[in-house]
Structures are given as structure tokens and as C-alpha cells.
């Protein structure tokens, strides 16, 4: 559940609330939902998705239940994180994608999960569950390791301590783990065999910027075993020019200071 409005909240932390109550789960909420996930009473839920609704944040649709709207959208394309590095990147994407026929990853590490800044889908069967704008964990997605190998030690214990199975192939002991993640730091570049989807493999690699990692890129692929090398290749020269060409400063949290 979204976390409710401490008593006395102002109006921006209790809409800030109310928008907060949706998210990857939770595309679509009915009025009493959104109140229940929002901790506001169902009278304050409904003034203030009234307003969102006339300023077009949230849309109602015909069954009665509230979606997130396009200007919210069209704001969050203004994120530095969106523009400047997904603008950077999208031409070794294409390139990458271009040489593999695989669906290419540009992610980025939002909290404890990997939050999917850009997708170029494959030309392969591969299922893959990723998309624009959604998230998914970091220990069992290849730009989501890559990332997380790189990410504060406090980050690390949290996600160690929540390591739920998607598939029967998903790494669940901490230990294995952090022997992983310990390996991906040495060598430079993550794997995943159908960790988060049955018959869907990846590879990825961090972008550095400066001393530090801003982003990863990664490739889904039905099996990577024979075509490792030229995968890791090609996406770490790729991951460098990134890094070089990034501009803007990385987005903190503030678990991170």
C-alpha cells in the first residue's frame, strides 16, 4: 500500500498521495482504492481526484475507476533522467539492436528496483515483460543486476533481504548472490537465464559516468551462452560512449546520501 498522509498533511503531500497510490500493480483504481492506498478519507480522496481529474493528471474512465493521465506523462518526459539520457543513448541503442536483432534495455536504478528508461523490441520470439516507464526487480533482470552491483551497500541489504522467485531459475540465497554481484563488479557485465521470464536470457553492462554508474544497457536473447562475448562486446563499447557523451548529473535518492 502506498504510504498515507501523516495527520495534518498539507494538500500537495496528500495529492502527492493520491498519485503515489498507483503504480506498476496498480494501473487502475477505483475511488475507495485510491483513498484506502492514499490513508485519506474517502470525502478528501474525492476532492482531490476531482481536481486532478479537471487538470487532466488523472482520467476516469467509463467503468468508474481512475487512470493516470497524459499531462502527468507528457511531464515526466522532461526529466532530466528521461531526456538527457535516453536522448544520449538512443543511437547505440539502435546500433546495438541493429547488430543483434535483440530487444535492447536502457534502465536505470530507481530505489530498489530498475526502472526502464528506453526498449527497442526484438525480431525474436522472446517473451519479455519490460516496458517504457515500468519497473522490475533488480536481482533478477540483467540491467537490474548490472546495476545493482553498483548500487550503496544499504540498497544491496534491502534488496537481499526481499529476493522473491519469478521462475524456478530466479536467485533467492543472498549468498549466491552477492557472489554474483561481487563477480559483475570484477568482470564488468551481468547475466540472467530466465530469472524473471521462462525462456527469456539477457546480458548487460553499467554505463559509467566519471566514478560512477548512471545506467546500464542489455539485451534479452533466447540463449546467450554461444554469443556471450560478442553480446558483452558490443554493449560495453557502446555502454562508454554513453557514459562519455552523458551530460547531465545523475539522479540521487535519498537512500543513496
Not at 526529466?79 to 535492447?104: K, W
Not at 530498489?112 to 533478477?140: A, F, K, M
Request: hydrophobic fraction near 45%; proline fraction near 5%; aromatic fraction near 4%.
Amino acid at each position: 500500500m502506498a504510504g498515507g498522509a501523516a495527520p495534518g498533511a498539507s494538500l500537495v503531500a496528500r495529492t502527492l498521495d493520491v498519485l503515489g497510490a498507483f503504480d506498476d500493480g496498480h494501473r487502475r483504481l477505483t475511488l475507495s482504492a485510491i483513498a484506502e492506498r492514499a490513508g485519506l478519507s474517502p470525502a478528501t480522496a474525492l476532492r482531490i481526484v476531482r481536481e486532478l481529474v479537471a487538470g487532466g493528471a488523472l482520467v476516469r474512465t467509463t467503468d468508474r475507476t481512475y487512470v493516470i493521465g497524459r499531462r502527468l506523462w507528457a511531464l515526466g518526459l522532461l526529466s532530466p533522467t528521461q531526456t538527457g539520457l535516453r536522448d544520449v543513448a538512443s543511437p547505440y541503442l539502435q546500433d546495438i539492436h541493429a547488430a543483434t536483432r535483440a530487444t535492447v534495455h536502457l534502465a536505470v536504478r530507481d530505489d530498489d528496483e530498475v526502472l526502464y528508461l528506453d526498449r527497442i523490441s526484438g525480431q525474436t520470439s522472446v517473451p519479455v515483460v519490460s516496458r517504457v516507464g515500468g519497473r522490475l526487480p533488480l536481482y533478477c533482470t540483467g540491467v537490474g543486476k548490472a546495476l545493482l552491483a553498483h548500487a550503496p551497500e544499504e540498497v544491496v541489504g534491502r534488496v537481499m533481504h526481499h529476493l522473491v522467485p519469478h521462475t524456478p531459475y530466479t536467485l533467492t540465497s543472498p549468498g549466491m548472490l552477492a557472489r554474483q554481484l561481487a563477480r559483475i563488479r570484477t568482470e564488468g557485465w551481468a547475466t540472467t537465464s530466465e530469472e524473471m521470464t521462462l525462456g527469456a536470457c539477457s546480458v548487460a553492462v553499467p554505463v559509467w559516468s566519471g566514478e560512477e554508474v548512471v545506467a546500464s544497457i542489455g539485451v534479452v536473447v533466447p540463449d546467450f551462452r554461444r554469443e556471450k562475448a560478442r553480446l558483452v562486446a558490443a554493449l560495453t563499447v557502446a555502454a562508454r560512449a554513453i557514459g562519455r557523451a552523458v551530460s547531465v548529473p545523475p539522479v540521487r535518492h535519498d537512500a543513496d546520501r
